[in-house]
């Protein structure tokens, strides 16, 4: 039924035929295409991206509260500005923060003088209440 025959190769042609060495070169030339986005990457432990980060936030904070800054610092008195630090604005209202309770007092009754008054007078648009809370100023 089937005759089975046997293909010899010649002792004189010592390399392989064409046809199988063209896949191996071309797996190879894709595994050297690909070895770049199979490799690990070296973690990159430098300052850059903590420092970007940082600058942005920085940057977004003052965008957000700058104008704010330069009314307190213009308004406020000397003894109570360093009491306390602007934790941010939200729906109108100012959040001030002090670091104890006795800033706190201070704070209050420098705004209950005419401070207060002063401020949401020079920012109508963005101040309509003060809050005072005491924390560590960060958050």
């Known amino acids: 039924m089937f005759k089975r025959t046997t293909i010899r190769a ?31 990457h070296e973690r990159d432990v430098s300052m850059e991206g903590a420092l970007q980060s940082l600058e ?4 977004e904070q003052q965008n ?15 003894s109570v500005r360093g009491l306390a630090t602007i934790g941010g604005v939200s729906q109108g209202t100012l959040t001030l923060v002090t670091t104890s309770s006795g800033a706190s007092y201070e704070l209050s009754r420098v705004l209950r003088d005419g401070l207060e008054r002063a401020l949401m007078r020079r920012l109508p648009s963005r101040v309509k209440r003060i809050k005072v809370r005491v924390g560590s100023g960060d958050a």
């Not at 063209?22 to 050297?32: M, S």
């Open 56 to 59: 942005r936030q920085l940057r």
């Open 10 to 40: 010649t002792p004189s042609d010592p390399t392989p035929p064409a046809s199988a060495a063209a896949p191996a070169d071309r797996r190879l030339a894709w595994l050297d295409r690909m070895r770049p986005f199979r490799a690990r």
């Open 64 to 78: 957000a509260v700058g104008d704010i800054i330069d009314v307190w610092n213009e308004l406020a008195p000397p």
